[in-house]
């Protein structure tokens, strides 16, 4: 499967209408847009007031079900206990042997910013400062008042947990991150950084210890 793939990792109306008359016939009531959505996931998604800083739920509602965490039949030589990101798929798999793994939807990098190759999550961080690059800041100059970091917090670009991605000794500047911009989960619209519901970021560094493994494939 390598010798085929591209290793990447990619481093953001209701329209109200009204009228009234006499009739005094019920109209029938409108069809659901949206299937009604499992109790098991409306608590996946739910409130995390016990944090830090307290993590509002999810609305899931808004969010494709195929994103929604959850374990999958997996047929791939990864090792168990490893991190494979799937871009074209917008997929995170936790390999967990046994032809299982969970899964996970993230948003990934947009077109320009990748990185290539294979590499470990050297470190983990509850409620990371965030310090934009430097390239960054060139490029937004107005986020030069972050040169030293931004606090914590849910306006943190990295969210409520990071997991911060080395090859080798060297710090690729790309992580595994929670976002609050769960309109994001699906898309292409990082500058590079995997993004993940914080929710399931949470569970993931939950789940992973510091030198996994992590590949991330494009086709």
């Not at 400062?129 to 430097?134: F, G, L, S, V």
Request: aromatic share 10%.
């Amino acid at each position: 499967m390598l010798d085929r793939r591209t290793f990447l990792i990619s481093a953001t109306a209701a329209i109200a209408t009204g009228c009234s008359g006499n009739t005094t016939a019920k109209l029938p009531p409108k069809p659901s847009l949206t299937k009604p959505v499992s109790t098991d996931y409306v608590q996946m998604y739910a409130a995390r007031p016990q944090e830090r800083f307290p993590v509002p739920a999810v609305d899931i509602s808004k969010i494709d079900p195929k994103f929604y965490r959850q374990v999958v039949d997996y047929n791939s030589s990864a090792q168990p206990g490893s991190i494979v990101v799937e871009t074209h798929e917008r997929f995170l798999y936790l390999a967990m042997g046994d032809g299982k793994a969970m899964r996970y939807g993230v948003g990934i990098g947009r077109d320009g910013f990748a990185w290539g190759g294979r590499a470990r999550i050297a470190r983990k961080k509850a409620w990371p400062t965030w310090t934009p690059p430097a390239d960054m800041i060139k490029r937004q100059p107005k986020l030069a008042k972050y040169k030293n970091g931004m606090d914590p917090g849910l306006d943190n670009p990295l969210g409520a947990r990071a997991l911060y991605i080395f090859e080798g000794n060297k710090d690729t500047l790309y992580r595994i991150h929670g976002t609050s911009e769960t309109w994001s989960i699906g898309k292409a619209a990082s500058s590079g950084c995997v993004r993940m519901l914080q929710q399931d970021v949470i569970d993931l560094y939950n789940r992973v210890p510091e030198g996994t493994p992590i590949t991330v494939y494009q086709v």
